[in-house]
């Protein structure tokens, strides 16, 4: 039992809340399910009460709505000029949508959408089908230019175009593995060094004192997941304003 | 991160069949997650359609809700304090302007104050010296006519004092001579011995 109680894995379990299932495939309302829906009301309460004073000068709370809108649109007008700022709701959602999720996944007990290559999939996908559907859009096959630069040699071009093709298609991977990587390795390490803690209080005085260390390394842990989580959303939305900007100006 | 033990249920294995040798049971409720359950829990393809599919609920229904309601607001109120603050200092701008024109004027109407001062000191000095000036000229022009007349009334007493003084001679003379000749000397004969003694 003890063992099971300090399993770092036992976090990460899906469980079904209420079970559906539609034409053969588990459409359960899971825990992961209820996370990012208290996900989405949490950051939507916040963003819509804060600001529902409209004041001219900001309190506190509407200064941080204010501040990540702006954040967000100044990332997004830096990487793709303001012909992409037809994607803010995209990116701007994105970015709240990670970053409250990870927020939340700091609390105990809590669980943590993004630490699952699903989600972290799902949101990728989504950020490069709509650069990949609206670089056709826009550019029908000169959309195709994006893999093939400028002053490139003849002679080297082929390999040149595969190399790009390839880093093309490994966006999605690497953006979802990012996030759900740093997820899921920052929440097993804490959960270990919590664990050392419970296991070594149950030692007796001296494993009770000797805790002291990897309690200290948990709180650490914690501020620095703390940063993580901030950054992984971070990133996460620059990566999708950069690769938005490949979709708006594909001829680099 | 811990799970209450009333959710604990495997949810893989209800779909997909079993392919990780399962317990088969997806309520064990025992509060202890199955360790046989071999497939790491992010990588359990069974929970995949759920997870996506509530991934496109949730995520959609917030793009939504942020698009159409949070988003105009906050751009709303950001712009609303742009234009204030451009307002508010075109506003000061103007009024500095204002009281540069002010402080012109006010500067120009004291330079032009200085000026007719200064005249009106100069004209008032001037018209005070040509006023001492007239002043002094009747004064003298008094005193010329009063030393004048002065002078004539002196020349005038003294030709009457002269005067008188010979015929007090003559009235002395006439005496003296009564006196010492006894007789009566003729006044004209008087009045030329003192004529002649005075000369």
Redesign the interface.
Known sequence: MAADKVDPIHQFHINKLIPIEIGGYDLSFTNSALFMVATVAVASAFLYLSTSSRSLVPSRLQSVSEMAYEFVGNMLRDAAGTQGMKFFPLVFSLFMFVLVANLLGLFPYFFTVTSHIIVTFGLAALVIGTVVVYGFMKHGLGFLKLFVPHGVPVYLLPLVVLIEVISFVSRPVSLSVRLFANMLAGHITLKVFSGFVVSLSALGTLGIAGSVLPLAMAVALTALELLVAFLQAYVFAVLTCMYLNDALHPGH | ????SA???E??P??EGGHTGTEGD?HSGTG??A?AHGV?????P???????????I??G???L???K???P??????D??ND?ITQDLDHAARLKGEADAAVAAYEQELAEAKTKANAIGQQANDAAKAEAEAARKKVEAALDQKLGEAEARISAIKANAMKEVGTIAEDTASAIVEALVGGKASKAEIAAAVKSVAR
Not at chain 2, 1 to 4: E, I, S
Not at chain 2, 73 to 78: D, E
């Open positions: 991160m811990f799970v209450t959710f604990a249920q949810s893989a209800a779909v997806t202890v997650p360790e790491f829990p992010p990588f359990d069974a929970t995949f359609p759920s997870q996506l599919l509530w991934l496109a949730t995520f229904l917030f793009y809700f942020l698009k309601v949070v988003m607001r906050v751009g709303g109120i950001i609303v304090r204030r």
